[in-house]
């Protein structure tokens, strides 16, 4: 299975709770993280993982495949919408939107790019929406990434 590394967009609690789970995976690598609050980003460089500059950087970096968005739910839809216009998969918290409206231009961006989207969460298992992969009944992120190496 190819290597796929993944950025995560908060690391709030949520946000660490899945670098957590990631790094016990042998896939994705960890490519690093944003977080807006300085208070958390030195929490992440005290534990060894990179921290991007800015949004922009971890968004421009072209090793990254797919961004895992663990924010206050009104950021969700502005991210994965950036994130995606970016080139990256994106899985994201629950709720994935705060709107249908937004879900659905955010399923319709990824849909025209061919990338995955998976919102959602339910007892540590994505299961609202996985689009553009033919196995639509994968669980945890981790899943999510062995179906980008199919």
């Known amino acids: 299975m190819a290597k796929k590394n993944g950025a995560i967009i908060g690391y709030g609690g949520m946000g660490g709770w899945h670098v957590n789970k990631l790094q016990t995976m042998e896939n994705p690598e960890i490519a690093g993280l944003w977080d807006i609050r300085e208070c958390q980003r030195a929490k992440a460089l005290s534990k060894g993982l990179h921290v991007y500059e800015s949004?922009?950087?971890?968004l421009a970096d072209e090793t990254v495949d797919l961004v895992l968005i663990a924010t206050p739910n009104h950021l969700h839809f502005p991210l994965a919408m950036a994130a995606l216009e970016h080139?990256?998969?994106?899985?994201?918290?629950?709720?994935?939107t705060l709107t249908?409206?937004?879900?659905?231009?955010?399923?319709?961006?990824?849909?025209?790019?061919?990338?995955?989207?998976?919102?959602?969460?339910?007892?540590?298992?994505f299961n609202i929406a996985t689009i553009n992969h033919p196995n639509q009944g994968s669980t945890y992120p981790?899943?999510?990434i062995q179906l980008?190496?199919?």
């Open 148 to 150: 980008l190496s199919e």
């Open 142 to 144: 981790g899943r999510c």
């Open 100 to 125: 249908a409206g937004e879900f659905q231009q955010l399923m319709d961006a990824a849909r025209e790019r061919k990338l995955l989207l998976k919102g959602g969460m339910q007892g540590g298992k």
């Open 55 to 58: 949004l922009e950087a971890l």
């Open 87 to 96: 080139g990256k998969h994106v899985i994201c918290e629950k709720p994935a």
